[in-house]
């Protein structure tokens, strides 16, 4: 069975950090780029970042630039999203997912797998 599994997530105060991890089963995460995406409540579900399959591009959403790194682990079949200097409307649901085409920067309607997300609550 093919599954993507986001971990990390939880409750942190404004100013801290999380690192959040999307681990693939069932399938090798070598060949796909890998973008985080975000639901808060009341609103439409965004892209935050996308690595390419070999690491080498990245992207960013204005929101998070500067603040979020996204990484790859190839080896550990594993994504990885650090998350500094968390503001409250960084709250949200986040997801990864995957995209077997050449890459495109992880464009919302064109993934190929969701994972069912981990939650990201920033609050004092």
């Known amino acids: 069975q093919l599954q993507l599994v986001e971990s990390g997530g939880g409750l942190v105060q404004p100013g801290g950090s999380l690192t959040l991890s999307c681990a693939a089963s069932?399938?090798?995460?070598?060949?796909?780029?890998i973008g985080w995406f975000r639901q808060a409540p009341g609103k439409e579900r965004e892209g935050v970042s996308c690595?390419?399959?070999?690491?080498?591009?990245?992207n960013y959403a204005d929101s998070v630039k500067g603040r979020f790194t996204i990484s790859r682990n190839n080896a550990k079949n594993t994504v990885y999203l650090q998350m500094n200097s968390l503001k409250p409307e960084d709250t949200a649901v986040y997801y990864c997912?995957?995209?077997?085409?050449?890459?495109?920067?992880?464009?919302?309607?064109?993934?190929?797998?969701w994972g069912k997300g981990t939650l990201v609550t920033v609050s004092s």
């Open positions: 997912a995957a995209d077997r085409s050449v890459y495109r920067q992880c464009p919302i309607g064109g993934m190929d797998y």
């Open positions: 069932g399938f090798t995460l070598d060949y796909y780029a």
């Open positions: 690595i390419s399959s070999s690491g080498a591009r990245t």
